[in-house]
């Protein structure tokens, strides 16, 4: 939840996220490979059993991918804790790295379900869970990506005032919230309402370009998750 109280001592951009706030957003990044990875392995092993015989080379290739991809961000988690615990003054260069990667395996996750749509003619409910699975994954990359490109700028904000923030929230039109800063619930709002709207929630404004770029790939995932995937398991539910 966001905290309202007055800020009097400056916050060190290098490190963050500091523990106390912002572990919430660590948990969520790590849980979006998680996720993937669950999806990846399940789809896999379903559309094997559709084929009756080999998989074609294309759906091996993505698969292949999306399992050692799903190491990789296995091993950057283990890494994450470490220098997140021992306050390493570069995690926000780790961070960078483990979104990049998570996002990327997000991408081939959406990809490898959309070919199996069309190659399998997967539907009903199974897609409708995965499609769930997709959604809270996309959800919890993208409520990172909103934090770590929008903090920054709202702490150099709180103490330069003529610095622009990425994300202007309601609260900060109000002169009587000068000392405000964004929490957890804050960011979590406006991304779920993005996904939702495929736009930017009443009364919050995207002003940074950064932003406005994550903004524009979340909302054009959202709608080919909205109308690939989860239109095809709603049309054959029955």
């Known amino acids: 939840m966001a905290d309202h109280s007055p800020i009097t001592e400056p916050i060190p951009l290098h490190h963050l996220p500091r523990p106390a706030q912002?572990?919430?957003?660590?948990?969520?990044l790590a849980a979006a490979p998680l996720i993937n990875l669950a999806i990846s392995i399940n789809s896999f092993s379903h559309f094997r059993t559709l084929a009756k015989q080999q998989l074609p080379i294309g759906h091996w290739i993505f698969s292949l991918s999306e399992f050692v991809l799903g190491a990789i961000l296995v091993l950057f988690t283990v890494n994450l804790l470490r220098t997140f615990l021992l306050g390493h003054r570069q995690i926000r260069k780790t961070l960078l790295a483990f979104g990049i990667l998570s996002t990327l395996d997000l991408l081939l996750n959406l990809i490898t379900i959309t070919v199996g749509i069309y190659s399998f003619k997967i539907g009903s409910f199974y897609l409708l869970l995965i499609a769930i699975g997709l959604y809270c994954s996309l959800n919890l990359i993208f409520l990172f990506w909103y934090w770590f490109i929008d903090y920054p700028s709202q702490v150099r904000h709180l103490h330069h005032p003529e610095h622009l923030c990425e994300i202007i929230f309601p609260h900060e039109a109000s002169q009587a919230n000068a000392c405000w800063l964004p929490g957890w619930l804050d960011y979590l709002y406006f991304t779920v309402m993005t996904s939702n709207t495929l736009g930017a929630p009443e009364n919050h404004s995207p002003v940074?370009?950064?932003?406005?770029?994550?903004?524009?790939?979340h909302s054009s995932l959202m709608l080919?998750?909205?109308?690939?995937?989860?239109?095809?398991?709603?049309?054959?539910?029955s």
């Open 22 to 28: 912002n572990a919430f957003y660590l948990v969520a």
């Open 208 to 217: 940074g370009s950064r932003l406005k770029l994550v903004q524009l790939l």
């Open 224 to 237: 080919v998750l909205l109308v690939i995937v989860i239109t095809r398991a709603v049309n054959t539910l």
